[in-house]
């Protein structure tokens, strides 16, 4: 079973609009929660990362929130743009050991 | 930044042959790799891990004898595919985790392999 919950599959957002990510885990010895952007026939690429002691990560146009009382965390990713259109996929893990992935979100960033 | 390269990107073989696919740590050494194997449209599904100089660990449902895991090297591990058959053609990532006390690097991915078997 995933270890880790995403939504939406897909979703669909006009450029310069807000694309809004959410992931919910069980596991609370989680300690490391990445968000990965990847493209057709590419491997997975970092975006932006977040450990439980912090809230709020962000790095230019992507943000983390993260709530841990809820277990869930969110990229949201502001003013985006048509190079944006990818698949999103949040991951955790423990202890630097292997990462649990969500099942993906297909976004798509229309002109 | 860590660089992980992975080879060949895309590989055609024939039913019953195997097939190697080669995963590089560049500019770091990569104490723990993992291979993962990803369907269209699907997650990343982790096939197993390896540290190096040791055998590799295999998630269940995984058949070890039919993906062979080498990790001689700290910065090289492999994967081979053996007795290929078409339910094998598949697109196949490596992942590579440095090593050493103190800050986290994280997890670099290579560029992923696309294995065809006709």
């Known amino acids: 079973q995933q270890q880790v919950k995403q939504s939406p599959q897909s979703l669909i957002v006009q450029k310069g609009g807000i694309s809004i990510i959410n992931c919910a885990y069980e596991?609370?010895?989680?300690?490391?929660f990445p968000w990965y952007q990847q493209f057709p026939g590419k491997g997975p690429a970092l975006l932006i990362a977040?450990?439980?002691?912090?809230s709020e990560k962000k790095e230019g146009r992507f943000t983390i929130s993260f709530n841990k009382s809820a277990k869930q965390f969110s990229l949201h990713i502001m003013d985006s743009q048509p190079g944006d259109s990818a698949t999103y996929f949040c991951?955790?893990?423990?202890?630097?050991?292997?990462?649990?992935f969500g099942a993906g979100t297909t976004v798509t960033v229309r002109a | 930044g860590a660089v992980v390269s992975q080879h060949p990107s895309r590989v055609i073989c024939k039913s019953g042959t195997s097939v190697k696919i080669e995963c590089r740590s560049l500019d770091f050494q990569a104490t723990t790799m993992f291979w993962y194997r990803q369907f269209p449209k699907q997650s990343l599904m982790l096939m197993a891990t390896?540290?190096?100089?040791?055998?590799?660990?295999?998630e269940q449902g995984v058949e070890k004898d039919k993906f062979l895991i080498n990790h001689a090297s700290l910065t090289l591990s492999t994967l081979t595919v053996t007795s290929a058959h078409p339910e094998d053609s598949s697109f196949y990532i490596c992942?590579?985790?440095?090593?050493?006390?103190?800050?986290?690097?994280?997890?670099?991915f290579g560029s992923g392999t696309r294995l065809t078997v006709v």
């Open positions: 991951a955790a893990s423990m202890s630097d050991y292997k990462l649990s």
């Open positions: 596991n609370t010895a989680f300690d490391y």
């Open positions: 390896s540290n190096e100089g040791s055998k590799a660990t295999y």
């Open positions: 992942s590579a985790r440095a090593g050493g006390t103190g800050r986290r690097l994280g997890y670099t």
């Open positions: 977040i450990r439980p002691d912090v």
